[in-house]
């Protein structure tokens, strides 16, 4: 066990609520008495753009582990080798099968033009890159996409977390009136039609036969396929020196130092799986509105940073068009009421080397998706990669 005196220096840091205790070593040496000071050195009342932190080292100074505790904090961040999923849905290569089918076929929409896949676009980390996506009346939706790549690890489910399990949220969307549109029963009533779809729902869901439980248990099942943990990050991680730029590694301590982006952005995912208002101006109420309570008005969730730079534009706003303009609002953000305490910790400055970092969690998409993708195009005529026509630039520099 450490010294008390220490953890006191730790919980004033207010940085090290994730268990680094690797990091907590450095509160010992110099470094730690420097994020202390920057810890201090503001009180809430930041600065603008630029401001804050002055002092000590300044932000601008690179943060320095010694050898161990840079290996303690990559410890953490070791992506799990096995799926997590629930008893009553266990994969197998039928259900497989018949969930990414699902999932591509746009004849479960009240147009037959919107697929899952429409907005959940396997060519830009299962997001779309729109501010806000397009349902099936035409009009933009109230909230930006959000990815579905390693959900099997989430526990609730939205912006604003009004789902719980992945086999409820995933057939939402399509009786959703401004998104796919399509009443349940209608949907059942067309994929019966399909002998194809017969046979195979017999095949994967023997005796459930094919309903809406089994539509949304298919659909999860291949959600829960959309495992991203085979990036460069990881492979430095897993002991690759030359995986990623050094830049990129001064970034990771960054962020898990004064960036205090690990506070939210926690664990290998990047994700607490929580709720979180940072400061976006908006009007929308986020979790408050399923949940109201202290802390919840403008919280939305977190969202995971694996495969980050191909999903642009960012937040549930859809509004930073890079990852520059997502620095930018950490470094300058809106203090309500309901600004998330952990928010006093974060220190940016221009965030290069957190950009760098961000860049390496980019894992490949499996060919055979994007093949899918593209045949979706296709099917619907729309020429390749012009399914939205609004281009969004997903680097950051
Ligand atoms: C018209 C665009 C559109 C279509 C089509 C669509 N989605 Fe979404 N999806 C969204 C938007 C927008 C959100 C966020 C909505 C919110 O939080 O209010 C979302 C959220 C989700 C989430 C929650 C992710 C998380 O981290 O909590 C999942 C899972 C999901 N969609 C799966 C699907 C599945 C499965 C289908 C097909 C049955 C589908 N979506 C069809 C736009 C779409
Ligand atoms: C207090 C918790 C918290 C902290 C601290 C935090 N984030 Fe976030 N982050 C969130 C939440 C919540 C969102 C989504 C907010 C929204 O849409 O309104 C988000 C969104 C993002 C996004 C956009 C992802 C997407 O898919 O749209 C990026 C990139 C990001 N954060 C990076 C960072 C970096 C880098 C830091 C540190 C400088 C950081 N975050 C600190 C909670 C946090």
């Known amino acids: 066990m450490r010294p008390r005196h220490l953890i006191a220096i730790a919980a004033a840091l207010l940085l090290f609520a994730g268990g680094l205790t690797g990091i907590m070593a450095a509160a010992q040496s110099g470094e730690g008495q420097q994020f202390a000071q920057q810890g201090r050195g503001d009180g809430g009342g930041r600065g603008r753009r630029g401001g804050g932190g002055g002092n000590g ?33 266990a994969p197998s290569a039928a259900r497989l099968a018949l969930g990414q089918r699902l999932f591509f076929d746009p004849s479960i929409s009240a147009t037959g033009k919107l697929a899952c896949a429409s907005c959940h676009d396997a060519r830009r980390g299962f997001s779309d890159g729109l501010e806000r996506s397009i349902g099936v009346k035409g009009t933009p939706l109230a909230r ?15 912006w604003d977390g009004r789902a719980s399990t992945l086999e409820e949220q995933a057939v939402m969307p399509i009786n959703t009136e401004d998104e796919m549109g399509m009443p349940h029963d209608l949907m059942v009533a067309t994929l019966r039609l399909d002998p194809a779809y017969r046979r195979q729902f017999d095949a ?22 959309l495992v991203f943990t085979n990036s460069p990050f990881d492979r430095w991680i897993a002991g690759d020196e030359n995986a990623i730029s050094e830049e990129a590694k001064q970034g990771f301590i960054q962020f898990n130092t004064r960036g205090g982006c690990f506070q939210c952005h926690s664990g290998w995912n990047f994700s607490d799986d929580g709720f979180n208002d940072i400061g976006i101006p908006t009007d929308d109420l986020g979790r408050f509105a399923i949940a109201p309570g202290k802390g919840t008005r403008h919280a939305f969730k977190t969202p995971s940073l694996r495969n980050v730079a191909e999903r642009a534009p960012y937040m549930h706003t859809g509004q930073f068009a890079s990852l520059r303009q997502v620095i930018r609002h950490y470094d300058d953000f809106e203090r309500r009421a309901s600004l998330s305490p952990k928010m006093r910790n974060v220190r940016v400055g221009r965030g290069a080397n957190i950009i760098a970092f961000l860049e390496t969690l980019t894992s490949p998409t499996p060919p055979e998706l994007i093949r899918l993708q593209e045949e979706l195009d296709r099917r619907l005529g729309l020429a390749p990669r012009a399914t939205f026509s609004r281009a969004v630039q997903t680097t950051s520099r």
């Open 57 to 89: 080292g300044g932000r601008g100074q690179p943060v320095v582990l010694d050898a161990a505790q840079l290996a303690a904090l990559k410890a953490q961040y070791v992506a799990p080798k096995t799926v997590p999923h629930p008893a009553d849905n």
């Open 144 to 158: 930006h996409t959000q990815t579905v790549i390693n959900l099997a690890w989430s526990k609730i489910f939205f």
């Open 204 to 225: 994967a869901y023997p005796g459930e036969g094919l309903g809406v439980a089994t539509v949304g248990k298919a659909l999860a099942v291949f959600e829960r396929s």
